[in-house]
């Protein structure tokens, strides 16, 4: 093993030894080349990173003599269900669903008594089959199960849903002067209107349109509301303006969120290692039906749409984008690591250690070398088999999250495609037979780094970009081989030695 790291290690040199010189104009002006610039070693780290998280997951799988190949929809399955419950939305503090709209009598019937709403009162129709407006009302008249408002605008067409919103008139708007510090617009509304920091603020103008924008502060005088909005909603908007308080939901906390996404990444592992152990499948199949019906399900769960994480990308997002400064002068940061990358060190000595330093480590690899006779050993040989998809789904969850965060944009049908084969290339270039019983977590590191190396040359030296999965393809079969001749060759000399002795 320590020769295969040794190898892959000084692969690794060479390469970057080559871009450098590839890279520099004129070669020997090292100072000039691209492949050492700031930005690009940082994007190497960040991307090694990340690929890295994905390897050795997939490793503890590949020691077992097993493989999985549902690593990129996994990666695409937790960043959409990371944005889902990380959703936020916006809701009216005063809704209640319409009934019906009937547009010959400018009637509008609410599913909800409204006991405070009264004559002038402007009232804004949302949701349904007509463009939303403002309504004023004329009368309204509470009955049993709602009621019935007619107002003096007639409805463009009849309805039968959507909600009515209240609206409330502001005491004043002060916008900002362009020329004086004030940059923030404040809104003074009448009576106390329970809102609080980043819920937002829906100014509307019967002509000019709608602005929302969000809310900084919140503050009770006098029993007035005084909100301070972030952004200016503009001259045409905020002259003679109603506006409607939107209080903020989040479906779950963060950690609630990535928790969720974790719990659920660890019992897609346990389904795996089930079908394995129990039903006697093979990894291949389970874990090829497990990439097709992940991608299906993040399709749907998004209607095939693309998700994101909105206000999240400036805060959590951070943890994928974000480095730690190293050197920095009067302009800001010239170069830093990126968060991930800590992330990948504190699992790679985790990972290290539990398989070099624990039991179960031992099992794993007398798993991968002979399962019948780790069976007999005493080996729960199932166990250890759940253990391993386990750990690699979750990986993959924890790749996929950081992907996500990095990219803030997930195209369910697209995202993480071919993600697998950049696993597991790492994972045969770091050592780990295919055959299981032998692997190394700096080895997947390092063969992450040389994947990303290899990805940068074609970016670095403008080689099309269609070649690029022939050469993870040619970098798998050369580490196969590679993987193959050494098993040979090490049976052949313990062969000799044998029959010497």
């Given at each position: 093993m320590k020769g295969k790291l040794f190898g892959i290690f000084m692969l690794l040199v060479v390469l970057c030894g080559f871009m450098t010189v590839t890279t520099s104009d004129p070669?020997?002006?090292?100072?000039?080349?691209?492949?050492?610039?700031?930005?690009?070693?940082?994007?190497?780290?960040?991307?090694?990173?990340?690929?890295?998280?994905?390897?050795?997951?997939?490793?503890?799988?590949?020691?077992?003599?097993?493989?999985?190949?549902?690593?990129?929809?996994?990666?695409?399955?937790?960043?959409?269900?990371?944005?889902?419950?990380?959703?936020?939305?916006?809701?009216?503090?005063?809704?209640?669903?319409v009934t019906s709209v009937t547009a010959a009598s400018n009637r509008i019937v609410t599913a909800i008594r409204l006991e405070s709403v009264k004559p002038g009162d402007q009232l804004r129709y949302s949701g349904g089959k007509q463009s939303a407006r403002l309504f004023t009302v004329e009368s309204a008249m509470a009955e049993a199960s709602g009621s019935v408002l007619t107002v003096s605008e007639k409805p463009s067409r009849d309805d039968t849903g959507g909600e009515l919103t209240q609206t409330i008139i502001p005491v004043s708007i002060t916008r900002p002067v362009a020329a004086g510090p004030d940059t923030q617009t404040v809104v003074t509304l009448p009576g106390e209107v329970f809102l609080n920091e980043r819920d937002q603020l829906s100014l509307i103008h019967r002509t000019s349109g709608l602005s929302t924008q969000e809310i900084t502060s919140v503050r009770q005088e006098d029993g007035q509301t005084i909100v301070t909005l972030r952004n200016d909603?503009?001259?045409?908007?905020?002259?003679?303006?109603?506006?409607?308080?939107?209080?903020?939901?989040?479906r779950m906390s963060i950690p609630m969120a990535i928790l969720s996404v974790l719990l659920i990444a660890a019992f897609l592992g346990l389904v795996h290692g089930l079908l394995v152990t129990r039903a006697r499948l093979q990894p291949f199949v389970v874990t090829l039906c497990g990439l097709l019906i992940y991608r299906g399900m993040s399709r749907?769960?998004?209607?095939?749409?693309?998700?994101?994480?909105?206000?999240?990308?400036?805060?959590?997002?951070?943890?994928?984008?974000?480095?730690?400064?190293l050197i920095s002068d009067a302009n800001g940061m010239v170069f830093g690591l990126p968060y991930p990358l800590f992330i990948l060190i504190a699992i790679a000595v985790v990972a290290a250690i539990f398989l070099g330093r624990t039991i179960w480590g031992r099992y794993l690899l007398a798993l991968g070398r002979n399962e019948e006779a780790a069976r007999f050993s005493g080996i729960n040989t199932g166990r250890v088999t759940l253990m391993a998809y386990i750990i690699c789904t979750t990986m993959a969850a924890v790749g996929g999250m950081l992907f996500s965060l990095d990219s803030n944009s997930i195209s369910p049908s697209s995202f993480g495609n071919f993600f697998e084969l950049y696993a597991i290339a790492a994972a045969v270039l770091g050592g780990c037979s295919l055959r299981g019983g032998e692997g190394s977590i700096v080895g997947v590191v390092i063969g992450t780094a040389v994947m990303q190396v290899l990805n940068n040359l074609i970016m670095l030296l403008k080689i099309s970009g269609t070649l690029e999965y022939a050469i993870i393809g040619s970098v798998i079969l050369a580490g196969v081989l590679a993987d193959e001749a050494v098993k040979r060759f090490a049976a052949q000399r313990k062969r000799k030695q044998n029959l010497n002795s």
């Open positions: 070669w020997w002006n090292i100072g000039s080349s691209r492949f050492l610039q700031a930005g690009n070693i940082q994007n190497l780290l960040s991307r090694t990173s990340l690929y890295g998280v994905l390897g050795i997951g997939v490793a503890f799988v590949i020691i077992t003599g097993g493989i999985d190949l549902s690593i990129g929809s996994t990666v695409c399955l937790s960043g959409v269900l990371l944005s889902i419950f990380l959703h936020v939305d916006y809701r009216p503090v005063d809704q209640v669903p909603p503009g001259e045409r908007i905020a002259s003679d303006c109603v506006v409607i308080p939107l209080q903020r939901h989040q749907w769960l998004t209607s095939d749409n693309p998700a994101g994480f909105g206000e999240f990308s400036q805060s959590l997002g951070v943890v994928a984008t974000g480095r730690f400064p």
